[in-house]
């Protein structure tokens, strides 16, 4: 079945860098634009970022740009979120989410997150 | 990125209905429209509405999304305990050139 599934989060000190990763299966990942999104304990959904469906190109909300970067592996049915530079309003649970390539689509399919804690 | 704007609560009774509303701009909003996601307590969004308006598959009829101008809406049909959750309206925002959410609605089945 489709499925989504976030790893690599953890507790980290500020400043310090973090790798995530969520792998695809079930799906063809080559055809699907894939975003990051992260949800602040108690808060509400942030956008941060897409990577186009081939991996060329990536976009950030203000927030993460220069700091964060989205890449993604075809070949393993995998994409990454490296983010540097970590602070503490960077404290969330991250999920990943697919859509499907060719504009005015949706994040239709939802990983389960992975939290990442930053601390001072 | 400013977001859309949602209330913060709606409380209704068994099998009442809801309507839930996203206050957007002609970029976001106004432009492509908004998708609607379900978040219940301790698990991830799911989507439940299409820019379009479509549903996804599996996602019950209970469940119908509109739109007028910069203004998006859900309404919930015969709710039930389970339709207790969070619920969150997205758009892409050509001005910003990414996506928007809004700050979520809690949805409460007396």
């Known amino acids: 079945q489709v499925q989504l599934v976030e790893s690599g989060g953890g507790v980290v000190q500020s400043g310090r860098s973090l790798r995530l990763s969520c792998a695809a299966s079930?799906?063809?990942?080559?055809?699907?634009?894939m975003h990051w999104v992260r949800q602040a304990p108690g808060k509400g959904l942030e956008w941060v970022g897409f990577?186009?469906?081939?991996?060329?190109?990536?976009f950030y909300a203000d927030s993460v740009e220069g700091r964060f970067t989205i890449s993604k592996d075809n070949s393993k049915n995998t994409l990454y979120l490296q983010m540097n530079s970590l602070r503490a309003e960077d404290t969330a649970v991250y999920y990943c989410?697919?859509?499907?390539?060719?504009?005015?689509?949706?994040?239709?399919?939802w990983g389960q997150g992975t939290t990442v804690t930053v601390s001072s | 990125q400013a977001g859309l704007t949602q209330p913060p609560s709606v409380s209704k009774g068994l099998r009442q209905t809801a309507t839930l509303t996203c206050t957007g701009n002609s970029d976001n909003v106004g432009g492509q429209g908004a998708a609607w996601l379900q978040q219940r307590q301790g698990h991830p969004p799911k989507l439940l509405s299409y820019r379009n308006n479509n549903r996804p598959s599996g996602i019950s009829d209970r469940f119908s999304a509109s739109r007028s101008g910069n203004t998006a809406s859900l309404t919930i049909t015969g709710l039930q305990p389970e339709d207790e959750a969070d619920y969150y309206c997205?758009?892409?925002?050509?001005?910003?050139?990414?996506?928007?959410f809004g700050g979520g609605t809690h949805l409460t089945v007396l």
């Open positions: 997205s758009a892409w925002d050509g001005g910003l050139s990414g996506w928007v």
């Open positions: 079930g799906f063809n990942f080559r055809t699907y634009v």
């Open positions: 990577i186009w469906s081939d991996g060329t190109n990536a």
């Open positions: 989410a697919r859509e499907p390539e060719g504009g005015h689509n949706d994040m239709d399919v």
